[in-house]
């Protein structure tokens, strides 16, 4: 079984301050963890991806995320909002073992004030 | 980008017809999906596929059937169409990459309004 929670559903910041968006998982086996990024009225673009190779992630954008086993957690950060940046951010949760079911958390909704 | 299209990309349909949504990727890709995404809800399984003529259900699948008769269409279809089916609906398609991860890629997404 497979779980993914967002702590947040809105996370509100000032252009230029740090971001962290919070993301709590529980999987059964070793998981695969994903951050995608949705802009208004588009696609879901995949932001990065842990799948047990450096706990540290870097994606595009600038984002980064970070694998806490002890934690089972998986935030993503960024130094320097971006007013770009405002998007919706949904965590994700694959676990191993051939599972090709991911699961997906309600998203949180960044907001960037000028 | 992935080559992942849909069509229609907006849709006003009456309650009672039958509509059939498109997926097309260009990636043989073997796995597809199909998505609503409803405010409050998140994103929401309703079908995957696991290869040609291999479907199977999510969590919404009622109301909803599905066909794969080749690799890079899957169809979603609403038979007889109800307001509740109002809705943005993404495909996405994922493979085993060299890491052994299945990320999925998504569609730009179908409006679909049930009047």
């Known amino acids: 079984a497979q779980s993914v929670t967002q702590l947040d559903s809105h996370v509100s910041v000032s252009e230029g301050t740090p971001v962290l968006l919070r993301c709590n998982y529980s999987?059964?086996?070793?998981?695969?963890l994903f951050w995608y990024v949705q802009h208004p009225n588009k696609g879901l673009q995949l932001l990065l991806k842990?799948?047990?190779?450096?706990?540290l992630v870097k994606g595009i954008n600038g984002f980064e995320a970070e694998f806490k086993k002890s934690e089972t957690s998986f935030h993503l950060t960024k130094p320097s909002a971006h007013m770009s940046d405002a998007a919706e951010y949904f965590c994700?949760?694959?676990?191993?073992?051939?599972?090709?079911?991911?699961?997906f958390g309600r998203g949180t909704s960044l907001i960037v004030h000028p | 980008d992935a080559g992942i299209t849909q069509s229609p990309r907006h849709k006003v349909t009456e309650t009672g017809t039958p509509v059939t949504l498109r997926c097309h990727q260009t990636?043989?890709?073997?796995?597809m999906y199909w998505y609503r995404q409803d405010p409050g809800h998140g994103l929401r399984l309703i079908h995957y596929?696991?290869?040609?003529?291999?479907?199977d259900k999510g969590e919404v699948s009622d109301g909803y059937s599905v066909s794969r008769s080749k690799t890079e269409d899957f169809l979603l279809t609403l038979e007889s169409a109800t307001s509740s089916q109002t809705s943005v609906y993404f495909c996405?398609?994922?493979?085993?990459?060299?890491?052994?991860?299945?990320?999925?890629?998504f569609g730009p997404g179908t409006r679909l309004t049930v009047t």
């Open positions: 999987s059964s086996y070793s998981p695969s």
């Open positions: 596929s696991y290869g040609v003529k291999d479907t």
């Open positions: 994700v949760v694959l676990g191993s073992g051939g599972s090709y079911i991911p699961t």
């Open positions: 842990y799948t047990s190779a450096a706990t």
């Open positions: 990636e043989n890709h073997r796995y």
């Open positions: 996405a398609i994922s493979d085993a990459t060299l890491a052994g991860s299945y990320e999925q890629y």
